[in-house]
């Protein structure tokens, strides 16, 4: 049985997505901005698939904006504000600790000039509190920039929350949602979110497009210069088959969002309940407030790079954490922010579900986990210190 659990990488394409996607490789296949019959024709279907994507997120069609995925969308909204802000004098950001690197680099790009970044705490509840932000906003503040939900340990932000602290506050506020779109209700206006990322290979479209929502009447800062596409804020000839796709797959997903994500969400929880009787392991990420599709633990005494090759021999695709930073030795930065210490942070385990998965997969991978985790305790010096008493436990 082969097992695909890293839905937080990216996700299978639907056939909604594949289907929507196939008119425009060889029959609409105008550019959107010519003006013959064609072009037009091409341009009805982007329009089309604006529409529906701001109807999922409770939006007007033209305050979304296309991009080529979630990290183009976060850095357009956190340097558009960051640029307005420098404009008023205003120099001061507020995140998390714990951010997808597409806002963290970011970030740490604006410090260098001078920016000052407020990083929140997570270590209480693998999460922030709504106060949290409240006490860090200051005069200078211009942006608040939280993630919806958190990509490796699953935790969701209290985000209407945040938003509204932010609007009472006068300061804007941007949410990286790429992992929280299309397995979550989400209404930009009854959040009061200023901008918003989104990306389609998320909720079973395309890789490579994505959209960033921004409340009208924010100006932003063009990323890519050229054409007077996307109403001259991103230039560049649309991915039209992409967008399309992406606008299908996320009309798809919320249509049956209600339907689809208490199953995911049970099979979470029987597979939290089996692997937390493995002895000396922990569950990463706030434990109610949580993905429906996320499992993140820790075991002490092993490495996570083994255990991931040793589940993949016996057919079970998984993650260490976000697989944009797969190729780091490092542990990852969302663990050590949560409070890990490096031996245990080594350990994780992430596994992602969608509702593309059964409860045989579950089956499979509550046998194949423990076998594995056992295995390498068993033949890893760590773990003989540790039942030894050489080494004190510390999960």
Known sequence: MLVYADNAATTAMSRTAIDAMLPYFDKIYGNPSSLHSVGQEAKEALDTARETVAGCLGCEPREIYFTSGGSEADNQAILSAARLGERKGKKHIISTAFEHHAVLHTLQKLEKEGFTVTYLDVREGHNIRAQQVKDAIRPDTCLVTTMYANNEIGSIL?????GAVCKEAGVLFHTDAVQAVGHLHIDVKKENIDMLSLSGHKFHGPKGVGALYVRRGIPLTNLIEGGAQERGKRAGTENLAGICGMAAALKDACDHMDENMPRVAAM?????????????????????????????????????????????AKGVCASSGS??????????????????VHDVAHGSLRLSLSEYNTEAEIDHILKAVPEVVTYLRNMSPVWRDLQTGKRQYIL
Request: charged residues 20%; contains cysteine; glycine residues 10%.
């Open 158 to 162: 209290p985000i209407a929350e945040i």
């Open 268 to 312: 979470r929880d029987r597979l939290i309940a089996g692997l937390e009787k493995i002895p000396h392991c922990a569950l990463n990420g706030d434990r109610v407030n949580r993905l429906p599709g996320n499992v993140s633990f820790c075991f002490e005494g092993i490495e996570g790079e083994s255990l991931l090759l040793l589940l993949d």
């Open 323 to 340: 697989a944009c930073t797969s190729g780091s030795l490092d542990p990852s930065h969302v663990l050590l922010a949560i409070g890990r």
